[in-house]
């Protein structure tokens, strides 16, 4: 086995040594990093105040604080229920459903009010745009298409592929 010698004390250290304090080293650094790119609470930032206006990075939508919807007002406005999910795979929800508009998937959590939608279901939906391409979705068993979320009233829908596949169902909500 090669070993170095540190002249301070010439003591032997072994390359595998080096390697692992190295990572080490790099674990730390990523961390540290991640940690000074802020928690999920600032990338909401501005859109708290229900502005409307979607966040720098054109993921996150924060809207109509004072609303209240079901999925009823979606089915409405033409939203295609396919699928129910039990409450219990989505804490704090009154109701969950997976569904299309306009030919893309929309996945929406019901809260009680606008606060317990972002108090419960920012943490989740961040989650959820956070995975990369080829992580599967817990909820539906396919890739998971969701990188942006809307935070309207008092629901969080999850938008495939774009914000503004959530945009075009908010702007035909009344």
């Known amino acids: 086995m090669y070993l170095l010698r540190r002249r301070a004390f010439d003591v032997p250290v072994s390359t595998t040594r080096v390697a692992l304090f190295l990572c080490l080293v790099c674990v730390l650094l990523l961390m540290g990093a991640a940690v000074s790119c802020g928690s999920s609470d600032d990338a909401v930032g501005s859109g708290e105040s229900g ?29 295609k229920k396919s699928k129910q999910f039990e409450l219990d795979t989505v804490p704090g929800a009154t109701d969950v ?41 817990y909820l539906i068993p396919v890739v998971n298409l969701y ?28």
């Not at 990075?57 to 089915?75: C, H, K, M, N």
């Not at 774009?162 to 702007?171: G, M, P, R, S």
């Open 51 to 79: 502005s409307g206006a979607p966040d720098e990075e054109g993921v996150r939508l924060i809207t109509r604080p004072d609303a209240s919807y079901t999925v009823d007002d979606l089915v409405a406005v033409g939203f």
């Open 97 to 137: 459903w997976y569904g299309f508009f306009q030919q893309k998937d929309i996945e929406v959590r019901f809260y009680e009010s606008h606060s317990s939608a972002l108090e419960m279901g920012v943490e989740l939906a961040e989650v959820v745009i956070g995975k990369t391409a080829g992580q599967r979705d």
């Open 147 to 174: 990188p942006a979320y809307a935070v309207v009233g008092n629901m969080i829908m999850l938008c495939e592929r774009q914000l503004a596949t959530c945009e075009a169902l908010i702007d035909v909500l009344e």
